[in-house]
T-cell receptor, first 110, second 115 residues
């Protein structure tokens, strides 16, 4: 089955800097890759996603890139703000279910 | 409209007891998922329901875990003979065909503590 690995597990940045979180997946049949943000004590919420027929997608300060050949995808957050502090999960869809990475705890210091 | 709801929000039980966790998906969502999130860990897939199809149970960790979905709506996750390692937050999510079953909307979770 699908296996998703996510790095780093924790990431600390200064406000205004960029943050990059990377994920790899194992099953080349996976075709959809969402990113979820989970604030402390809250439920995960979708922030951006990308399909396998697209290489990059951007939404304001966040962007996601996908390299199908290498089977990896990344989340990029620019001009980070304290409210970006949360745990971020990547996922890959395989046979209609999402397999999640283990999460990255992002801390943005003012 | 209302989002995904789960009950109870917290459950404390003694080792060996059975527990039932409930999920009410968003009205009209035909896909429903259960995940387990242990402290500081990721989201572990447990089971997936889609319409009237047989559920995908491939993520259930043992035969003590089971789930039902009645009438294509409400779902119940049952854990029999609970063990301390079952302590976690159990999250339910639903999605709809209109989004291509892409975005999953999560409930607030049930925090289960097994003493």
């Amino acid at each position: 089955g699908e296996n998703v690995e996510q790095h780093p597990s924790t990431l600390s940045v200064q406000e205004g800097d960029s943050a990059v979180i990377k994920c790899t997946y194992s099953d080349s049949a996976s075709n959809y890759f969402p990113w979820y943000k989970q604030e402390l004590g809250k439920r995960p919420q979708l922030i951006i996603d990308i399909r396998s027929n697209v290489g990059e997608k951007k939404d304001q300060r966040i962007a996601v890139t996908l390299n199908k050949t290498a089977k990896h995808f990344s989340l990029h957050i620019t001009e980070t703000q304290p409210e970006d502090s949360a745990v971020y999960f990547c996922a890959a869809r395989n046979t209609d279910k999402l397999i999640f990475g283990t999460g990255t705890r992002l801390q943005v210091f003012p | 409209g209302a989002g995904v709801s789960q009950s109870p929000s917290n459950k404390v039980t003694e080792k060996g007891k059975d527990v039932e966790l409930r999920c009410d998906p968003i009205s009209g969502h035909t896909a429903l998922y259960w995940y387990r999130q242990s402290l500081g860990q990721g989201l572990e897939f447990l089971i997936y329901f889609q319409g009237n199809s047989a559920p995908d149970k491939s993520g259930l960790p043992s035969d003590r875990f089971s789930a039902e979905r009645t009438g294509g709506s409400v779902s119940t996750l049952t854990i029999q003979r609970t063990q301390q390692e079952d302590s976690a937050v159990y999250l339910c999510a639903s999605s709809s065909r209109t989004s291509g079953f892409n975005e999953q909307f999560f409930g607030p979770g049930t925090r289960l503590t097994v003493l």
